[in-house]
Nanobody, 127 residues
Framework: QVQLVESGGGLVQAGGSLRLSCAASGRTFSLYGMGWFRQAPGKEREFVAA????????YYATSVKGRFTISRDSAKNTVSLQMNSLKPEDTAVYYC????????????????????WGQGTKVTVSS
């Protein structure tokens, strides 16, 4: 089993920045990749970003590309999401997720390919 705990959410004005962190514990060696998803009120959960275990490959949703950066520190078992130039439409609960599947490099947008989930951290961007 793997446990994921997110932190770093909060309230920020449009144009501001936040950094989310996800700490992984347990059988972290079983993880192939990590990702961030978000869910806004009344909307479905959507993919934000993903990174492979080596950190060599990163993937982003079109809506956040150029503004968000995902990174992984394998020594500390953490994954971070640096969010810059935030917009009100970025308001959501952000979830960290871990996947055991090497197929993640193809299916990184598919939430069903992730095996472990954190409890979520809320991000609110005011206009």
């Amino acid at each position: 089993q793997v446990q994921l705990v997110e932190s770093g959410g909060g309230l920020v004005q449009a144009g501001g920045s936040l950094r989310l962190s996800c700490a992984a514990s347990g059988r972290t060696f079983s993880l192939y990749g990590m990702g961030w998803f978000r869910q806004a009120p009344g909307k479905e959960r959507e993919f934000v970003a993903a990174v492979t275990s080596s950190g060599a490959n990163t993937y982003y949703a079109t809506s956040v590309k150029g503004r968000f950066t995902i990174s992984r520190d394998s020594a500390k078992n953490t994954v971070s999401l640096q969010m810059n130039s935030l917009k009100p439409e970025d308001t959501a609960v952000y979830y960290c997720a871990g996947s055991k599947s090497a197929g993640l490099i193809v299916y990184y947008r598919d939430s069903s390919k992730y095996d472990y989930w954190g409890q979520g951290t809320k991000v609110t961007v005011s206009s």
